[in-house]
């Protein structure tokens, strides 16, 4: 019995041996009547041993409904055949506004790739979650790697889970591998050129799906995802996106630049609301092609979430949109369930979470951004950002190389000014010389300052 379900008795992992307890199963005729009198006693005294566990249900609710179903059922079969029977309301898992009061669990998918680098402070700030942790089971896909997350990834969970203060303790935690053959580098230029973009994010789809599917129970309420690269963000934010208490909500996502990029930029733009040009756009395309924004290949002239902020607006404003981004969505179980994905493919040309948020919308699903309650995704230089840092590196040395060419300008000048004097001198010597001997000789003898005239 898992932890996490005091009155269920569900360990989530279907044994081959299932049983199934629905009153209408279909029973085969036997051939002879007296084969079915026997079946007809049998089921007689296993109704009376439901009956009767169904009573003790009544009298002992909190106790273990499957040792006492079990003792009369399957005491033939014995003991393995405990865990096989799960029963569940999913009207239990609905999802509410405050689901941390009516202790509703929530999935908390990451999909990683390559992402060491980043796993410390994913980890900081999964510490640092207000929602309560037992009441949140880890889903981790590690796909495509080839450093070494998947063993940092282990070893952190490890320690977390046995933190001295048990408050830290996560509920589930699973880590999935499985890889996708995501050629595309994990480099920022590549990851964000735009040749790359479907069928990036078609591959991206795959693995978030697997990842769901692999990891929802039916106990989970609600299902949030997060990338592992997101810098600062409140460590409310579970409680604060479930407050509104929609199907989908988004933040607004961020990033910090250089000073001298301008110190922040928007960074999420795959959260917007659809637009009439890209409507129209979208029907001149082809019936596979992927609409990716940000791009100036499609311009789409969509409202975008990022750029409706306001770092002074209130936070709770909604705002209906579309496509939603994957930095961090929460979402309740609800709309997997029913049957919301990500696409893997062109859905209304888009596909991942863009195709995922107009997916929902169409079923009829809630989809909201906030534009004011913003988090920070982490600042990673791309290839022309880095560039130009190397040319301001090079101007800096070319300033630093001026001002030392100065000082040895001057101070050559002040050794040239002398020189000619010496040289003179020199000269003068040697005039006499040649006026008085051999004058290739005296010509020779005068040594002659190298590339006087200044380099
Ligand atoms: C988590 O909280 C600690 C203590 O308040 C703080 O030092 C740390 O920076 C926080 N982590 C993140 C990622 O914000």
């Known amino acids: 019995m898992p932890p996490h379900q005091p009155t269920a008795y569900a360990n989530g992992y279907p044994r081959t041996n299932t049983f199934d307890i629905s009153p209408h199963s279909f029973q085969p005729r036997s051939s002879t009547t007296a084969l079915r009198h026997r079946r007809s006693l049998l089921n007689r005294i296993l109704l009376g041993l439901i009956g009767v566990a169904a009573f003790a249900y009544f009298i002992w609710p909190r106790a273990s409904v499957a040792s006492v179903i079990s003792l009369g059922v399957f005491s033939a079969a014995g003991d393995a055949q405990l865990d096989s029977i799960s029963y569940y309301d999913l009207g239990n898992a609905q999802g509410t506004a405050r689901g941390w009061e009516r202790e509703e669990r929530i999935l908390f998918c990451v999909p990683l790739r390559d992402a060491q680098a980043h796993l410390p402070m994913f980890f900081s700030h999964l510490r640092n979650f207000t929602y309560p942790h037992h009441l949140i089971d880890l889903a981790f896909l590690v796909s495509d790697s080839k450093d070494n997350t998947l063993n940092l990834l282990a070893e952190t969970l490890e320690e977390i889970q046995a933190d001295d203060d048990p408050k830290q303790h996560f509920g589930e935690v699973s880590i999935i591998e499985k890889d996708f053959g995501q050629k595309v580098n994990q480099d920022v230029e590549s990851r964000h050129g ?33 990338d592992v690269d997101v810098e600062t963000a409140p460590f409310t934010i579970l409680e604060d996106l479930m407050r509104h208490n929609k199907d989908i909500i988004v933040p607004n996502v961020w990033r910090p630049l250089p000073d001298w990029l301008g ?193």
């Open 194 to 226: 735009f040749a790359a973009q479907a069928s990036r994010r078609k591959l991206m789809a795959q693995a978030r799906n697997w990842l769901l599917s692999a990891t929802l129970r039916p106990y989970h309420s609600w299902v949030y995802w997060r």
């Open 263 to 455: 110190g922040e930029q928007p960074y999420d733009l795959n959260s917007w609301q659809e637009s009439e040009t890209a409507l129209a756009l979208a029907d001149t395309l082809d019936e596979d092609a992927v609409i990716v924004e940000g791009y100036a290949e499609y311009a789409t002239w969509r409202p975008h979430l990022a750029y409706l902020r306001d770092p002074f607006g209130d936070p709770d404003i909604e705002m209906e949109i579309d496509g939603v981004g994957g930095v961090s969505i929460l979402a309740k179980a609800r709309v997997f369930r029913a049957g919301g994905h990500f696409p893997a493919f062109s859905f209304e040309k888009h596909a991942e979470t863009e195709g995922f948020g107009k997916m929902a919308k169409r079923m009829g699903f809630s989809v909201v951004g906030l534009p004011h309650y913003t988090i920070w995704h982490l600042y990673e230089p791309s290839v022309d950002d880095i560039r130009r840092m190397e040319e301001m590196e090079q101007e800096r040395l070319g300033r630093e190389k001026a001002e030392q060419m100065k000082v040895e300008w001057a101070k050559k000048l002040k050794e040239e000014f002398g020189d000619p004097n010496i040289q003179w001198e020199q000269d003068k010597t040697g005039m006499q010389q040649l006026a008085n001997q051999d004058k290739h000789k005296a010509a020779d003898s005068a040594p002659r300052p190298a590339g006087a005239g200044g380099q």
